[in-house]
């Protein structure tokens, strides 16, 4: 086992006793601190994407609702979700704003992330 700085080294993934580990900071995944494992969505909640113009004078956003995640965390997957549609966007009011309409990219991207999500609208 090597022990340089930024090698990688085995670790723990599963403990009989605390069941599934975070590989970040290897501490169960419910005590995570690091945030690189990302909790499964509770159930019943399901994000909501649609397309808005209102207010914008005729451009049209996707707006995502009900991600149920901190603040903090938001902001951090607005950005992975901007970069995957290659647009701009903002985080207001626990809803993320995503200029252009991308809502087919943005279902299958937030499907392939393991989120419950439907479209709502037109």
Same mark, same amino acid.
């Given at each position: ?17 605390? *069941? ?7 501490? =169960?995944? /419910?005590?995570?601190?690091? +945030? ?6 509770? =159930? +019943?909640?399901?994000? @909501?994407?649609? @397309? ?9 956003? $996707? ?6 995640? /901190?603040? /903090?965390?938001?902001?951090?997957? /607005? $950005?992975?979700? #901007?970069? #995957?549609?290659?647009?701009? +966007?903002?985080?207001?009011? *626990? ?16 499907? #392939?992330? *393991?989120? =419950?999500?439907? @479209?709502?609208?037109?």
């Amino acid at each position: 086992m090597s022990t340089k700085p930024g090698s990688k080294t085995g670790g723990l993934v599963y403990s009989t006793q605390h *069941g599934k580990m975070c590989p970040g900071c290897r501490r =169960p995944l /419910a005590e995570c601190v690091c +945030g690189k494992v990302r909790p499964p969505p509770p =159930p +019943g909640e399901t994000v @909501r994407v649609h @397309r808005e113009t209102k207010g914008r004078k005729g451009k049209g956003v $996707t707006v995502i609702t009900g991600v149920p995640l /901190a603040p /903090a965390d938001l902001v951090q997957f /607005a $950005t992975q979700l #901007k970069k #995957k549609c290659g647009s701009g +966007g903002t985080v207001k009011d *626990g809803t993320i704003e995503i200029q252009g309409d991308h809502c087919d990219v943005l279902v299958e991207e937030l499907k #392939k992330q *393991g989120w =419950p999500v439907k @479209r709502s609208g037109g």
